[in-house]
């Protein structure tokens, strides 16, 4: 019996000098040996229990700690201006919903694959959450890229009806010339206007914006260059207002993955209207575009009723959503041939008004007003309606161009 306790008390020794648990100082002073008698008593028998239970729970909560360290709240990332309105706009269900990101991601402060975005209503509930994805970044980025250069622009380019125009460029006589289009397609075109970095050529009654792979010293034009000299020199050339979104979406392509990856992929680049050189069967001026069009009659403005084919009335119950940094259409309805026919336009974003601020060609930036319960306009732009007409970034394409991931880095 004595051995057994004196064993017993020479373990509790042990754990008391042990740094794990500090608490069993307690026992400091307690002589086991002298007090034998201690186990022959009910009562001080189970003291003894009691204080053996409360040092062994003291050791397995300290043991559980040490295995399972507290989990720290990642930390907030600070969001730019630009960066909070777009998530926003993406993430929210209406414009009172705002998005706060925890940094558990790269956690390095900044916006980054893997960061957790949590959106709250107006009461700072938490509403749903969602992790920050390789395109959900890409498509950020372009967006902002996109507010940037429609802010940059002013009122953009001249209004041409040709489409496509090089002011003061005209040739003195046409050239004409055999062309193999990217689609393997051939034939012949004709050139009718020329500058330092474009042309404009004629084929089967079309016109389009061609870049030259070389100046008139017989140096190579790098496709950045083309672009960037379109938006420099913007009173040199003149467009529909449906070619600038396909200019907006690439440069804001440019601007998000970076010169040498885009020169890379770019290739001799070819603009006319929402015309896409590197997807020839999609009319999308290089996004991801989702249409809806209504039968004959079905949206009326005073007294004006839409044709066949022209584009829905904008309805988010059917998943129409405002973006900002997307492109959107105004149609005009019962016109589908004049050049008022409908706007295109890029989305700014709602205002502290509640107006919602578009851009578009030759106009600038504009505030659009709806009537309460639909997407008719109301103010300026009257007569029009906001089409069922969304153009998403193409993200698939941009992951494919940037190499090197500048993108999202």
Not at 92 to 109: F, P
Request: hydrophobic share 35%; charged share 15%.
């Amino acid at each position: 019996m004595t051995t057994a306790i004196s064993s017993f008390n020479n373990n509790v020794q042990t754990a008391k000098n042990s740094t794990t648990n500090s608490s069993l100082s307690n026992l400091n002073g307690f002589n086991f040996l002298s007090n034998l008698n201690l186990f022959n008593n009910p009562n001080q028998q189970m003291q003894m229990m009691l204080l053996i239970m409360q040092v062994l729970q003291q050791l397995m909560q300290q043991l559980k700690q040490t295995e399972n360290p507290t989990t720290q709240t990642p930390q907030t990332v600070d969001l730019s201006q630009s960066e909070q309105t777009l998530l926003d706009s993406t993430f929210g269900s209406n414009s009172t919903e705002k998005v706060v990101v925890q940094d558990s991601g790269a956690k390095d402060g900044k916006l980054s694959v893997g960061d957790m975005l949590i959106v709250q209503n107006e009461q700072g509930q938490e509403l749903k959450r969602s992790s920050l994805t390789s395109d959900d970044l890409y498509a950020l980025r372009f967006r902002e890229n996109m507010l940037k250069n429609g802010a940059a622009i002013g009122e953009g380019w001249e209004f041409s009806e040709q489409l496509i125009s090089l002011k003061n460029a005209a040739l003195a006589q046409p050239e004409s010339r055999s062309f193999t289009g990217a689609n393997g397609s051939s034939g012949t075109e004709l050139v009718v206007e020329r500058n330092q970095f474009w042309e404009v050529v004629e084929r089967d009654n079309n016109r389009y914006l061609l870049m030259r792979t070389a100046d008139a010293q017989n140096q190579p034009i790098l496709a950045s260059d083309a672009l960037n000299d379109i938006f420099n020199q913007r009173d040199q050339y003149a467009f529909d207002c449906a070619s600038p979104m396909s200019l907006l979406n690439l440069k804001s392509s440019l601007d998000t993955i970076g010169a040498d990856d885009f020169n890379k992929n770019a290739g001799q680049l070819m603009l006319s209207s929402w015309f896409d050189q590197y997807d020839a069967s999609q009319f999308d001026g290089g996004y991801i575009s989702k249409v809806r069009t209504a039968n004959a009659g079905e949206i009326s403005i005073n007294g004006i009723r839409n044709l066949a084919g022209e584009t829905a009335l904008f309805d988010p119950s059917k998943g129409d959503k405002l973006i900002a940094g997307n492109a959107y259409y105004f149609d005009l309805p019962g016109d589908t041939s004049s050049a008022q026919q409908g706007w295109n336009a890029l989305y700014l974003g709602q205002n502290a008004a509640g107006g919602h601020d578009f851009w578009s060609n030759s106009i600038g930036q504009i505030t659009v007003n709806f009537e309460s319960g639909n997407y008719l306009t109301a103010g300026l732009l009257t007569g029009y309606y906001l089409g069922a007409v969304v153009s998403d970034p193409n993200t698939e394409r941009l992951k494919a161009w940037d190499t090197d991931q500048s993108g999202i880095s």
